[in-house]
């Protein structure tokens, strides 16, 4: 299976706790995009990487908020202290990062449900 | 700020009635909008690219077209495993991040 890959699917965790999600990307991919998307709602932007560079981040990625991508292969997104507003769909993409217009490549997301 | 508008929010057709989604935008610089499906539980599913005004792409029942200020999704003939999300995004001039609007939920009745 060449397409995006995300784990967990699901997560479910008590509010105050950390959780950690990851992204492995199409192989040959250099940039790596993090959204989330609650119900009703489209995708919104959290953070990108080219190859291991985190370049931007959204304002709605708060201090609780990190993610990485070591080495420009695979993604952690950490969130710590969960509230229950972080309960969303956490989508992971991919593109070429050949430059122009790129199509983003989407993994199922992880669905996190904060209680 | 880049804003995207998707009308209606939800349609129900019957199989076979045509209709079409509009996508109204607001974007420094467009460099390209995106049509996605998606399904219940699953991440978006790319279908097409436009990059400027006047452009049409075509994939089966689908036909996506472009205006300065907005895009139709066109449907003709659907079928029930039509029934999707879709949304609409659009590709600033200045950075990397996509803009998406919240979708039309597409319902097709057998």
């Known amino acids: 299976d060449t397409g995006v890959s995300q784990n967990p699917r699901h997560k479910i965790t008590k509010r105050g706790q950390n959780v950690t999600f990851r992204c492995d990307p199409i192989s040959e991919h250099n940039r790596l995009y993090w959204y989330r998307q609650t119900l009703g709602q489209g995708p919104e932007f959290l953070t990108y990487f080219q190859n291991e560079a985190q370049l931007e981040k959204s304002r709605l990625l708060s201090d609780r908020f990190s993610a990485e991508r070591p080495k420009g292969s695979f993604s952690t997104l950490e969130i710590q202290r969960t509230e229950q507003g972080d309960s969303a769909m956490y989508l992971c993409a991919s593109s070429s990062g050949t430059g122009g217009v790129e199509k983003l490549f989407f993994g199922s997301g992880t669905q996190l449900s904060v209680l | 700020e880049d804003q995207v508008t998707q009308s209606p929010e939800a349609l129900r057709l019957q199989e076979g009635e045509s209709s079409s989604l509009n996508c109204s935008y607001t974007?420094?610089?467009?460099?390209?909008l995106f049509w996605y499906r998606q399904d219940p539980g699953k991440g978006p599913e790319f279908l097409f690219t436009l990059y400027s005004a006047g452009e049409e792409k075509e994939k089966e029942r689908l036909k996506a077209t472009l205006t300065k200020k907005e895009s139709f999704l066109h449907i003709t003939a659907p079928k029930p495993e039509d029934s999707a999300t879709y949304l609409c995004a659009v590709h600033p001039g200045s950075n990397y991040k996509l803009t998406f609007g919240k979708g039309t939920l597409l319902t097709v009745n057998p």
């Open positions: 974007v420094s610089g467009l460099r390209g």
